[in-house]
């Protein structure tokens, strides 16, 4: 009976872990989302945060009715940005050895490098 009781309250206890660590993570999500608004004021910010200190799930639950879908299009519009700054630099570390390239391919069909120092500079580039 002793064993039984031990592992059902390390179960219970696990289980009520998995639910505070959902909670927070869902509370944190709300919280940024809340600042992240523009089409809110302070002071109704202000309130949501009261509101969520207060009555934490009841906060929560009415947050996430209220205003599920522009939380979901501002985190697609966040996505977006993050993926679009990502790119750019993606493209402005490899535009550099592209543009070496480049400029060594023109040098040599002009004739003023050789085929063998075109290699060299094409190694080079692509190196780093």
Do not use: C
Not at 37 to 51: N, P, V, Y
Not at 65 to 75: H, L, P, T, W, Y
Not at 77 to 94: M, N, T
Request: charged share 20%; aromatic share 14%.
């Amino acid at each position: 009976m002793f064993v039984a009781t031990t592992f059902l309250t390390f179960l219970w206890t696990l289980i009520v872990i998995f639910f505070m660590v959902v909670y927070f993570m869902i509370l944190f999500h709300v919280i940024v989302d809340l600042f992240r608004r523009k089409d809110a004021s302070g002071g109704k910010k202000a309130l949501w945060i009261i509101f969520l200190l207060f009555f934490p799930l009841v906060g929560l639950l009415a947050y996430l009715i209220a205003n599920s879908q522009s939380m979901g299009e501002r985190d697609l519009a966040a996505a977006k940005e993050s993926q679009q700054q990502f790119d750019d630099y993606v493209r402005g570390v490899s535009g550099g050895a592209t543009a070496e390239i480049a400029k060594a391919k023109e040098l040599r069909d002009s004739g003023a490098i050789t085929d063998e120092e075109f290699e060299q500079i094409k190694a080079k580039a692509l190196a780093s």
